[in-house]
């Protein structure tokens, strides 16, 4: 990537609460909840936002073909350049790269980026991910996301030693955090045992190692160092991204000449590597304060915080059992309660954006980490072959 002409941060986020069904409200409705909170937080008006990316992924999931086009009325994109950008899950952290190429580059001085999602309204959330697959071939004996990942889980236990207990303490983790969060949908006190004792969906992943279907909507207002110094009184500035991706089929990404392992996340430390190059960020463990890491299975979490160079592979499930990467830690991962707790998987990597974002900008609430001048938020999405990362710092870089 080249260098960014101007700088750029986040100065408003807006989320809604994240839960099964919201019917009280449409789709569009609901974007623009997000879309207000986030301008509101960031002290400017709708005729303030110059251009508009949103985050948005299969829209079939609430039965209308091309949902943006619904809500860009809604939120607010009427006579502005509208960007729509859908890499499956990592579709809210492409989003944020996004909106953050659109100021840095100096074309545009502030940039809205919103999605919104309502998962549960088919019937089926699976069949539609699955289209993603050859028609003919693939689509009727597909690969669906939990067997994906539990076949990732397969080859980490093996390679490094992983335990199901280990997983099991990342929900549990998870789930505590979540309390503080009044917008998460799953939250409350769970122990390992209830953990372990819960159904197996595909071995080795139980009922609580996997994320929820979540609607709801999140919004962030990017703008330029211009618009911070006259409408901010606190930023969170971008000071790094990287973004990366991998062919769909996992058995592609199975060593040879690409040396690469489809449980090391490898597309996430590229990602990473760039990110922290930008941010200049040497060694993660002592310069990140908090992590939001897109894990829709605790297995992912492990994964994650490896990838991120904030443990080894093989020491991830025993630092995780430790509390190294619990709220009072040496690096919180997820204060948010993450995507375990709520995913409404257009926004869900827009969502750990967001939370970084707060803790960036000290507005986390009852899940602020204390002193955060660094943080960074991941995204995952497709056959977890898109990885995006974002690091944003209190301070410009």
């Not at 840095?104 to 089926?124: I, R």
């Not at 990942?149 to 093996?158: D, K």
């Not at 430790?322 to 709220?327: A, H, S, T």
Request: negative net charge; hydrophobic residues 40%.
């Amino acid at each position: 990537m080249g260098a960014p002409t101007q700088k750029a941060a986040i100065i408003g986020v807006g989320e809604t609460d994240y839960q099964t069904r919201i019917p009280e409200q449409t789709y569009a409705e609901l974007a623009q909840e997000a879309a207000r909170k986030a301008i509101e937080d960031a002290h400017l008006s709708p005729g303030d936002i110059e251009a508009v990316v949103y985050s948005m992924a299969p829209t079939e999931f609430m039965g209308v073909t091309d949902a943006d086009k619904w809500a860009i009325d809604a939120v607010f994109g009427r006579s502005k350049p509208f960007m729509r950008v859908h890499t499956g899950g990592a579709t809210g952290g492409s989003a944020a790269q996004a909106g953050y190429m659109h100021v840095a580059s100096g074309l545009y001085e502030t940039c809205l980026v919103v999605g919104a999602d309502k998962v549960s309204e088919t019937p089926d959330a699976q069949f539609i991910l699955n289209l993603i697959w050859d028609p003919f071939f693939e689509r009727d004996f597909a690969l669906n996301t939990i067997t994906m990942a539990a076949l990732q889980t397969v080859r980490h236990m093996a390679k490094y030693g992983t335990t199901e207990k280990d997983m099991a303490h990342v929900v549990v983790s998870s789930w505590k955090n979540a309390q503080r969060n009044p917008r998460a949908h799953l939250k409350g006190v769970l122990t390992i045992d209830a953990v372990l004792e819960s159904p197996y969906f595909a071995w080795p992943l139980k009922r609580y190692d996997c994320c929820p279907r979540s609607s709801g909507a999140a919004a962030v207002v990017i703008a330029s160092e211009r618009v911070v110094r006259q409408k901010a009184t606190r930023a969170a500035w971008i000071s790094g991204v990287g973004g990366v991706a991998n062919t769909v089929y996992m058995g592609d990404r199975m060593g040879g000449a690409r040396d690469t392992d489809l449980c090391d996340w490898t597309e996430l430390e590229l990602a990473a590597r760039e990110a922290y190059r930008q941010a200049k960020i040497t060694d993660p463990v002592k310069e990140l304060d908090v992590a939001e890491i897109y894990a829709p299975f605790s297995s992912n979490q492990l994964m994650g915080v490896a990838a991120l160079g904030l443990s080894s592979h093989h020491q991830a499930g025993a630092l995780t059992q430790e509390g190294f990467f619990d709220l009072g830690g040496e690096v919180p991962v997820n204060p948010s309660g993450g995507t375990l707790c709520a995913n409404p998987i257009a926004v869900t990597a827009l969502v750990r954006v967001c939370d970084a974002a707060l803790q960036v900008l000290g507005k986390a609430g009852g899940y602020q980490v204390p002193n955060v001048h660094a943080a960074v938020a991941t995204g995952v999405g497709g056959s977890f072959q898109f990885q995006t990362c974002m690091v944003l710092t209190d301070e410009p870089r």
